[in-house]
């Protein structure tokens, strides 16, 4: 299965492309619309479509294409903001009913898996936290008493599966792991099975409200009465581009020359924090770690996250290969909590499910829950906590906002002479760069045959300038996540338009 990154992840090396049934994209109005074929926009398909409703879903690449295809696939009722920062800032019966929207997630996930007969490597585990500071300490058992109260069967541990020196521990009952790609493909054919539509290979580009919605898609006009975005970040400007900021993971799985795999989840509470858990695939069993997160954009060599994350985990397992390491991409809610529902703009037509965290497996599956509720019976009880459009609460959303907005004024454009830009002669192929020309930024690529390729780096989404990431071969917006292939094209993200090409002379 193909990928938005260069590097592979475990998942998708045994899994085939999915093929979905042939056909031609629908005259009459469909009930929903979903854009995204990943965790978020499958799930939801398959529950509307049960429940009656006539659903398509429409994903730009392959299913499985974005962080699905890229994430290590914890199955967590604990989350990245620990429920005393989520008591803290929504309250009690409110941290109550996260906990409870995350149990649903994971039943909801093991329920698929039991009646649709999914051989997905799925296995119920113990989630172990610990901490190794007095610091840490403190936060421990603060995290303890809060998951508690808000309803996990958690209790302190004198042991943890991982070789790892720590001061105290937590053991959390119900956790879980799973082969993403192989449950998505799963849900695809039963969603498929059931009447849905899917098509691959078909990007939205915009929409027009009204009854019904009018999609305009690469494959022309989508007419539905509902429309989700199930594309983790939602495509254009909006409030939520200014509420989710992106963010980029590394994962590693090694093979242990003492063959001492750990059995169940374990998270250390640095910031950012490192996990581990135990694969097994092809007969083969992995290690898998990570950790070493950055804003998009934000590290100039993202080959170094991986050696750090590597001579980290070889401090304390007898490494004998690493097989996989891939790195991508997740957002951060301003408020720790994720955008589940209407969108902001009062259009209640208008789905969406966003702002995940390291928690979108399970909080991908609550979205479906949420949206298809919302759908069928106009309510949910997680419809307010999660409502996309809530302004509270919002401490530090100032500088949340100002650190992302990298934006620039000046644009670029014309024709450019090579010889005049120093730094080409230092490019190896397949590397890429932004360069200084007259005064004004471009972004140069060297692929693998010798030939340059300029781009004006000014992302086409928000006006803010691309990094290159040399690790997955992207032009990534520090701003909102919007990823491009090297030679420009829009690879994921919010923006609808291509980098813009420029001329180079003299080559
Ligand atoms: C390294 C890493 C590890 C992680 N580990 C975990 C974990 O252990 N547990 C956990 O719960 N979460 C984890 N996460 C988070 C989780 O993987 C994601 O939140 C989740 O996969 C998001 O799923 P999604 O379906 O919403 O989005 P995606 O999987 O990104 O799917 C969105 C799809 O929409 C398509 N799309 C985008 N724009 C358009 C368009 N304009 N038209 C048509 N299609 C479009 C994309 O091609 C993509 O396939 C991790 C994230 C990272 C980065």
């Known amino acids: 299965m193909q990928r938005d990154g260069t590097t592979e992840s475990l998942w998708q090396h045994d899994t085939p492309p999915y093929r979905p049934v042939p056909r031609n994209i629908p005259h009459d109005a469909a009930d929903v619309l979903i854009v995204g074929g990943g965790i978020t926009g499958l799930t939801t398909g398959l529950l509307l479509q049960r429940a009656g409703k006539s659903c ?31 008591e ?43 901490s190794q500071t007095d610091e840490q300490n403190e936060e421990l058992d603060k995290i303890l008493e809060s998951s508690r109260k808000a309803g996990l069967d958690m209790d302190y541990s004198t042991s943890i599966p991982v070789p790892i020196p720590f001061e105290k521990a937590v053991v959390v009952q119900g956790q879980a792991q799973f082969h993403p ?18 098509f691959q290979g078909c990007h939205f580009l915009d929409y027009k409200t009204g009854d019904p919605v009018e999609a305009t898609t690469s494959r022309g006009t989508i007419k539905a009465k509902k429309l989700l975005f199930a594309t983790h970040m939602l495509p254009g400007i909006n409030l939520l581009s200014f509420r989710c900021a992106p963010y980029r993971s590394y994962a590693i799985a090694v093979t242990l020359a003492d063959g001492k795999y ?39 060599n993202t080959e170094a996250p991986f050696l750090r994350l590597e001579a980290y985990v070889r401090k304390f397992f007898q490494v004998d290969k690493t097989v996989y390491r891939w790195s991508s991409q997740y957002f ?16 209640n037509k208008i789905f969406v499910a966003t ?3 390291g928690n979108g497996m399970t909080y991908g599956t609550l979205s479906a829950i949420v949206i298809s509720s919302l759908i069928t019976e106009e309510k949910s009880p997680y419809e307010k906590l999660f409502n996309p459009g809530r302004i509270k609460p919002v401490a530090g959303f100032a500088n949340f906002v100002k650190e992302n907005a990298d934006v620039v004024k000046e644009f670029v454009s014309g024709r450019f002479s ?26 140069l690529y060297k692929d693998e045959e010798g030939a340059l390729h300029a781009v004006n780096p000014v992302c086409t989404h928000a006006k803010c300038i691309v990094s290159w990431n040399s690790a997955e071969h992207s032009w990534d917006c520090p701003c909102h996540g919007g990823r491009f292939t090297p030679e420009g094209k829009v690879l994921t993200g919010p923006a609808a338009r291509d980098l813009e090409k420029l001329e180079l002379e003299d080559l």
């Open 181 to 198: 790609l192989k449950y998505i493909v799963a849900l695809a054919k039963a969603y498929e099975e059931a009447g849905g539509m899917l």
């Open 418 to 443: 090579v010889s005049s830009i120093k730094e080409v002669s230092e490019l190896a192929r397949g590397e890429a760069r932004i360069v200084k020309y007259e005064g004004k930024k471009i972004g």
């Open 332 to 347: 951060e809610p301003a408020d720790g909590l994720a955008y589940i529902g209407t969108m902001p703009t009062g259009d």
């Open 355 to 357: 702002g995940f965290s």
């Open 88 to 130: 803290k800032d929504f309250g009690e019966d409110n941290a109550q009913l996260v906990a409870q929207g995350t149990r649903e997630a994971l039943e909801l996930i093991k329920k698929n898996i039991e009646e649709l007969n999914i051989d997905c490597d799925y296995s119920v585990q113990p989630g172990f936290i610990f």
């Open 262 to 300: 750990p059995e169940g989840l374990c998270y250390d509470l640095y910031d950012p924090y490192h996990y581990y858990r135990t694969q097994e695939n092809g007969g083969e069993k992995y290690l898998i770690a990570g950790g070493e997160d950055h804003k998009t954009g934000h590290e100039e």
């Open 56 to 86: 398509i879903i429409i994903e730009s690449h392959e299913i499985g294409f974005g962080t699905t295809g890229g994430t290590t696939a914890h199955l967590n009722t604990i989350l990245d903001t620990p429920y005393n920062q989520i």
